[in-house]
């Protein structure tokens, strides 16, 4: 079992920054590969970015390319999402999710999810 608690949401006017970290823990935290989804009002949930066990390899939605980073630190069992130069359109509940398999994270599928954490980007 993995228990994953988001942070770092609030209120950014357009083309600020926001840094969301992600705590996890649970035995097999180190395994998982780590990523954020985001749920704008109305809108389904979607796949902004994520990171293998290792951090070798990263993946992210186009919209975000650019001027999102996500990073790991397994010393610290945490997963961080620096966002920059933020739209409006960037504003959603942000959650971050884990899996053992990179794969399924890219198709929006993962076995352990947070309670999410609010971003409102105001123009």
């Known amino acids: 079992q993995v228990q994953l608690v988001e942070s770092g949401g609030g209120l950014v006017q357009a083309g600020g920054s926001l840094r969301l970290s992600c705590a996890a823990s649970?035995?097999?935290?180190?395994?998982?590969?780590m990523g954020w989804f985001r749920q704008a009002p109305g809108k389904e949930r979607e796949f902004v970015a994520c990171?293998?066990?290792?951090?070798?390899?990263?993946y992210y939605q186009d919209s975000v390319k650019g001027r999102f980073t996500i990073s790991r630190d397994n010393a610290k069992n945490t997963v961080y999402l620096q966002m920059n130069n933020l739209k409006p359109e960037d504003t959603a509940v942000y959650y971050c999710?884990?899996?053992?398999?990179?794969?399924?994270?890219?198709?929006?599928?993962?076995?352990?999810g947070g309670q999410g954490t609010q971003v409102t980007v105001s123009s």
């Open positions: 649970g035995r097999t935290v180190s395994s998982c590969a």
């Open positions: 999710a884990a899996d053992l398999q990179f794969r399924r994270l890219l198709a929006g599928l993962y076995d352990y």
């Open positions: 990171i293998t066990w290792s951090g070798g390899s990263t």
